[in-house]
């Protein structure tokens, strides 16, 4: 499986560009400082799981809709 994993490693932002990787299926990002994510990451085709725990100020864009109806499953 192609994963990113960031986990616990104090990002604050992510690159606008992470919606290059194209055949990238779980982006683990918890336990970071997020607040927002780009959203670039709906380029992400392929993304089945992307995953926002303990990611305590993060706020839901709207456009997580649209990955949720292509069956990515999100955590926050």
Same mark, same amino acid.
């Given at each position: 499986m192609? /994963?990113?994993n960031y986990i616990n490693? %104090? *990002?604050s932002v992510i690159p606008e560009s992470i919606g290059n990787l194209k055949f990238l299926r779980l982006l683990d990002l918890r336990e970071? %400082? +997020?607040t927002s *994510?780009? /959203?670039t990451? +709906?380029?992400l085709k392929n993304l089945d799981k992307l995953d926002l725990r303990l990611n305590h100020h993060f706020k839901r864009p709207d456009w997580f809709n649209e990955l949720e109806e292509r069956s990515c499953t999100i955590f926050y």
């Open positions: 192609n /994963s990113l490693c %104090q *990002l970071n %400082q +997020l *994510l780009p /959203s990451i +709906l380029k």
